[in-house]
């Protein structure tokens, strides 16, 4: 295989394309492709003409993102640079596409396969996705987050794939004798009107071109799709269930030996002194000690001789950015910081509610540790990492190491799990400065106990809201969210600040998170004056975009109100919102899953349903769940764990619009139900005395075995759009919000504390000094 652009070369083998660059002559629904200079066939997409760019007008109220949200902005910015994403063809047939996005469990390397595979009419089996590099001239292009990979990148893919399909069928013409208009290819294979035929490999450099030139394509039409819109298992599925993936920790570098930290003992401390370092850099297996900023890092020839070196070390620390603070702290600072609302609590002849929802820290750790392999020299540094937004990583590890950009290669390797983790390089450039203080190539391995101490949280916040009622009508609908601010240094605010110009225009004048949290949010009834206002306090804590942003959190408490406005004029739950929803998706959605959950129907006492709808990303969800709180399954015992009231049926049901793998899509929609189970009842972070309390996941809480339902089912809804929406996040909100209007319902008490069991410290702290637990010994019986 041959790869590209020598952009100044000869000529073509084939004559070139009916369209020049500048896009005249491109038919109306005509778009353009560039068959690029090479040995073999390779191929680009170009959508900066022939085809208008998704929702560039620009918006006005009253909800912003109904017009133009998150995913038109990152689609929108990432369409410039579309050219620079190019699919290649080798002489076996198979072709290659290095996304510029990162797998991280979410499918999308299989999703690519099948757009290519179904433009090329080839079997997906013969198609090779990889991870890009880092490529700093993609700009925008080159940023995993938002649930907008399928949505950005739909088109650019099949166009470069159709540019491929058709310098094929030329080369075949020409090698056949036929015309172009005579030949079928199927299967990697071109048939002409005599029955002789050619494979693609064959054509693969006759097709090829010395100089670069652009072509017009028309994209297969959905009637005619055969591979999109079909359930496809994942590319990765064997490799992972029989150990053979591949993730950073398994890459062999040579003289990359285990590295870990010792970190401090409260958040964001900072080593000042080891008392021991000499009799820690002899213990065995021990290669280097160095201080960093954020710790003190061991390199060693095993992991476990990290740990032993780690629990080891003497440290004097520095004390962290938070020292005192507790999770009582940080809620009243939130409560001062809360904005007002607009309308009186007591509204002439109108009734009002009031709800005022307080949401923990949460920790968002995949179930891959943050880890890194860095090997840094004088002149240059190279870096495998699993990273969401590798240019910034990039950008970022040039700095802290002292190098140009350019002389920092960032290799995007899979990631196990991201919750949004791995928009962040933390591991990476942590790897890189351990690198460059030792003078070695170092593997960084974070513990498990330094993720949810350490690491990035979802932020505590509260909402609040305010809903008038009057004549059987909601009048007014104000929601005031107050958070711990969010972090967007992963990029998504440069996006912002480059597309300023173009953005809504009552985006004017708000700070980054404000832009997004607007661009977000919206509520999809008709409740008269809508407002939704976020205010951020607190750049302490190391936070993160976990999951859905702002989402759950907001659509939990709109929609515990939203069951408590349909209480005070008498409506049932679902009867109540099939009436005010304007989103005929969400509509559609909700009908769904109450016929197939059976909504209203007869349940023991002790067991409760809940219903609740979110729109998002161009798409919308409805969840249905049944919330078991009788005392023989809240009282019941597990080994350490914290038991409590259960979900015992689940049913989703989500419009994404066109959907390319449906199988995916119901996988996706079965991890946001467990997120959002985690987040209503039992997982959280405790922050006392300036740290947080958990360390592993034996004292984290996310949904368990003991907590899945013991039904679920997800509706995949019919949808007669021609491209899709964001699916990645889009089963949080609605889970999160259903399992606590089941809870309301269960306690005829509507909670205004998540997760409900916040308030249980069911395990024994472990040790902050030393910070992680002892090196397990068998593998088996003790590992943390």
């Known amino acids: 295989m041959t790869t590209v652009p020598d952009r100044a070369r000869a000529s073509s083998h084939l004559p070139p394309g009916p369209a020049g660059p500048d896009g005249r002559g491109v038919s109306r629904r005509g778009l353009i492709g560039w068959v690029l200079a090479g040995s073999t066939l390779a191929v680009a997409a170009d959508l900066t003409v022939g085809a208008a760019p998704a929702n560039a007008a620009v918006p006005s109220p009253p909800q912003v993102p109904e017009l133009y949200d998150l995913g038109d902005l990152q689609t929108h910015s990432a369409l410039p640079t579309s050219q620079l994403i190019s699919i290649t063809l080798d002489e076996q047939g198979v072709a290659h596409f290095a996304i510029p996005r990162a797998e991280v469990g979410q499918g999308i390397t299989t999703a690519a396969a099948m757009l290519i595979a179904e433009e090329l009419t080839l079997p997906v089996e013969k198609v090779r996705v990889t991870l890009a590099k880092a490529r700093p001239e993609l700009v925008f292009n080159q940023l995993t987050g938002g649930s907008n990979t399928m949505q950005s990148m739909f088109t650019p893919i099949r166009v470069a794939a159709a540019t491929a399909k058709g310098r094929l069928l030329q080369a075949a013409a020409i090698e056949l004798g036929a015309q172009v208009s005579s030949l079928v290819a199927k299967d990697g294979v071109v048939t002409g009107p005599t029955g002789s035929s050619v494979t693609y490999g064959a054509l693969a450099t006759l097709a090829a071109s010395t100089e670069t030139v652009a072509v017009e394509v028309a994209l297969t039409p959905r009637s005619e799709f055969s591979v999109i819109g079909t359930p496809r298992g994942r590319d990765d599925a064997l490799a992972a269930v029989t150990g053979r993936k591949q993730f950073t920790l398994d890459l062999q570098v040579p003289d990359a030996l285990p590295t870990m930290v010792c970190r401090p003992p409260e958040l964001n401390g900072s080593p000042r002194f080891v008392n021991n370092l000499a009799a820690v850099r002899a213990m065995p297996g021990v290669t280097d000690v160095v201080l960093v900023p954020t710790g003190v890092a061991v390199r060693a020839a095993t992991f476990g001789q990290c740990i032993d070196a780690v629990r080891a070390l003497d440290v004097q620390w520095n004390p962290g950015s938070v020292t005192g603070e507790s999770d009582a702290s940080i809620l009243a600072e939130l409560k001062a910081a809360e904005l007002p609302m607009a309308v009186p609590s007591v509204p002439l002849l109108a009734t009002t509610l009031d709800l005022r929802v307080e949401f923990m820290f949460r920790s968002s750790a995949a179930l891959e540790p943050n880890c890194a392999i860095a090997d840094v020299r004088s002149d240059r540094a190279t870096v495998w990492a699993g990273l969401k937004a590798p240019i910034v990583a990039q950008r970022d590890i040039a700095?802290?190491?002292?190098?140009?950009?350019?002389?920092?290669?960032?290799?995007?390797?899979?990631?196990?799990?991201?919750?949004?983790?791995?928009?962040?390089?933390?591991?990476?450039?942590?790897?890189?400065?351990?690198?460059?203080?030792?003078?070695?190539?170092?593997?960084?391995?974070?513990?498990?106990?330094?993720?949810?101490?350490?690491?990035?949280?979802?932020?505590?916040?509260?909402?609040?809201?305010?809903?008038?009622?009057?004549?059987?009508?909601?009048?007014?609908?104000?929601?005031?969210?107050?958070?711990?601010?969010?972090?967007?240094?992963?990029?998504?605010?440069?996006?912002?600040?480059?597309?300023?110009?173009?953005?809504?225009?009552?985006?004017?004048?708000?700070?980054?998170?404000?832009?997004?949290?607007?661009?977000?949010?919206?509520?999809?009834?008709?409740?008269?004056?809508?407002?939704?206002?976020?205010?951020?306090?607190?750049?302490?804590?190391?936070?993160?975009?976990?999951?859905?942003?702002?989402?759950?959190?907001?659509?939990?408490?709109?929609?515990?109100?939203?069951?408590?406005?349909?209480?005070?004029?008498?409506?049932?739950?679902?009867?109540?919102?099939?009436?005010?929803?304007?989103?005929?998706?969400?509509?559609?959605?909700?009908?769904?899953?109450?016929?197939?959950?059976?909504?209203?129907?007869?349940?023991?006492?002790?067991?409760?349903?809940?219903?609740?709808?979110?729109?998002?990303?161009?798409?919308?969800?409805?969840?249905?769940?049944?919330?078991?709180?009788?005392?023989?399954?809240?009282?019941?015992?597990?080994?350490?764990?914290?038991?409590?009231?259960?979900?015992?049926?689940?049913?989703?049901?989500?419009?994404?619009?066109?959907?390319?793998?449906?199988?995916?899509?119901?996988?996706?929609?079965?991890?946001?139900?467990?997120?959002?189970?985690?987040?209503?009842?039992?997982?959280?972070?405790?922050?006392?005395?300036?740290?947080?309390?958990?360390?592993?996941?034996?004292?984290?809480?996310?949904?368990?075995?003991?907590?899945?339902?013991?039904?679920?089912?997800?509706?995949?809804?019919?949808?007669?759009?021609?491209?899709?929406?964001?699916?990645?996040?889009?089963?949080?909100?609605?889970?999160?919000?259903?399992?606590?209007?089941?809870?309301?319902?269960?306690?005829?008490?509507?909670?205004?504390?998540?997760?409900?069991?916040?308030?249980?410290?069911?395990?024994?702290?472990?040790?902050?000094?030393?910070?992680?637990?002892?090196?397990?010994?068998?593998?088996?019986?003790?590992?943390?």
Request: aromatic share 6%; glycine share 10%.
């Open 399 to 784: 700095e802290a190491v002292g190098l140009p950009q350019g002389a920092v290669t960032v290799n995007v390797v899979t990631g196990g799990g991201s919750f949004g983790h791995k928009l962040f390089g933390d591991a990476a450039t942590e790897a890189a400065v351990i690198s460059k203080a030792m003078g070695k190539p170092v593997k960084l391995l974070w513990h498990r106990a330094d993720e949810p101490r350490q690491g990035r949280v979802h932020p505590m916040a509260t909402s609040r809201v305010r809903a008038t009622m009057l004549a059987g009508q909601v009048l007014t609908f104000e929601q005031r969210h107050t958070s711990v601010v969010t972090d967007f240094g992963h990029g998504l605010g440069e996006r912002l600040t480059a597309m300023a110009a173009e953005l809504p225009a009552n985006l004017g004048g708000m700070g980054l998170s404000q832009s997004i949290f607007t661009l977000t949010q919206e509520l999809p009834y008709d409740f008269g004056v809508v407002t939704q206002l976020l205010n951020e306090v607190d750049t302490r804590f190391n936070t993160g975009s976990m999951r859905n942003i702002y989402s759950p959190d907001v659509a939990c408490a709109n929609e515990l109100a939203v069951d408590q406005i349909a209480k005070r004029l008498g409506q049932d739950p679902y009867t109540f919102r099939m009436g005010f929803l304007k989103n005929a998706k969400a509509k559609r959605c909700l009908a769904a899953v109450a016929k197939a959950g059976g909504w209203g129907r007869s349940l023991p006492a002790g067991v409760t349903q809940g219903i609740a709808v979110h729109t998002e990303y161009k798409g919308a969800t409805a969840v249905l769940v049944e919330l078991d709180t009788r005392p023989a399954t809240v009282n019941r015992t597990v080994r350490n764990a914290v038991t409590g009231p259960r979900v015992t049926k689940a049913v989703i049901a989500v419009d994404v619009g066109l959907v390319v793998n449906p199988r995916g899509l119901e996988a996706q929609m079965m991890g946001g139900v467990s997120d959002g189970i985690a987040l209503a009842l039992t997982s959280s972070n405790h922050l006392q005395d300036g740290h947080f309390l958990e360390a592993s996941w034996d004292n984290y809480f996310y949904t368990r075995q003991w907590n899945v339902p013991l039904e679920f089912s997800c509706i995949v809804m019919p949808s007669d759009e021609e491209l899709p929406g964001g699916a990645g996040e889009a089963g949080v909100a609605a889970s999160v919000a259903a399992v606590a209007c089941a809870y309301a319902r269960a306690t005829g008490k509507v909670p205004t504390r998540f997760p409900v069991n916040h308030g249980t410290i069911s395990f024994t702290p472990k040790t902050f000094v030393p910070p992680v637990p002892e090196s397990p010994v068998d593998g088996l019986s003790s590992t943390f």
